[in-house]
T-cell receptor, first 113, second 116 residues
Framework: AQSVTQLDSQVPVFEEAPVELRCNYS??????LFWYVQYPNQGLQLLLK??????LVKGINGFEAEFNKSQTSFHLRKPSVHISDTAEYFC???????????FGSGTRLQVQP | DGGITQSPKYLFRKEGQNVTLSCEQN?????MYWYRQDPGQGLRLIYY???????QKGDIAEGYSVSREKKESFPLTVTSAQKNPTAFYLC???????????????FGEGSRLTVL
């Protein structure tokens, strides 16, 4: 069965500082991995996805993530955050045995001036 | 513009009442999903449908029902049997590849249900 763990429920960071949001997954088969962002009282928007190929994936708004199969991780990074990046971020996984995404519990990124 | 429309955005219900949340998409996607979001718990899958007239239970289907009579529509009914229905409900859709979901989901803006 697939599962996702987001180790940090909240991450406070100052504006223009780098940030890393951690995600680990569990699956016995090959997977697709995703990061979504959610602004208050809205739906989720796709940031980036890993399907195959290069393990470093670049997404929108300057975010990137690296797929590490040996560590079963897919951490999200941004070298310099803005106030507008304040939101909740969700990691998600789907494997070949499932028909729907499984989401992590989310990480709230709080960017302070 | 193509997208997913959920209605109503806010809904209040008295205990013991059934309510139906609407979800319509014009993306021509085969697969549709309902997720429930509670603070600190992420998104949990309620029901999903890969094709018209077919749907499957997700991880927390008890107290909910769905129908898929049209490709564009996937309404969710929250029944009186759902013990804790107050939550944010998100509808999503995706393409299918090789008989399974393509993975990337497109989400609606959500419906917030409050039971009084």
């Amino acid at each position: 069965a697939q599962s996702v763990t987001q180790l940090d429920s909240q991450v406070p960071v100052f504006e223009e500082a780098p940030v890393e949001l951690r995600c680990n997954y569990s699956s016995s088969v090959s997977v697709y991995l995703f990061w979504y962002v959610q602004y208050p009282n809205q739906g989720l928007q796709l940031l980036l996805k890993y399907l195959s190929g290069s393990t470093l994936v670049k997404g929108i708004n300057g975010f990137e993530a690296e797929f590490n199969k040996s560590q079963t991780s897919f951490h999200l990074r941004k070298p310099s955050v803005h106030i507008s990046d304040t939101a909740e971020y969700f990691c998600a996984v789907i494997d070949t045995g499932r028909r729907a995404l499984t989401f992590g519990s989310g990480t709230r990124l709080q960017v302070q001036p | 513009d193509g997208g997913i429309t959920q209605s109503p955005k806010y809904l209040f219900r008295k205990e013991g009442q059934n309510v139906t949340l609407s979800c319509e998409q014009n993306l021509n996607h085969d697969a549709m999903y309902w997720y429930r979001q509670d603070p600190g718990q992420g998104l949990r899958l309620i029901y999903y449908s890969q094709i018209v007239n077919d749907f499957q239970k997700g991880d927390i289907a008890e107290g909910y029902s769905v129908s898929r009579e049209k490709k564009e529509s996937f309404p969710l009914t929250v029944t009186s049997a759902q013990k804790n229905p107050t939550a944010f409900y998100l509808c999503a859709s995706s393409r299918r590849e090789g008989g399974r979901a393509a993975g990337e989901l497109f989400f609606g803006e959500g419906s917030r249900l409050t039971v009084l």
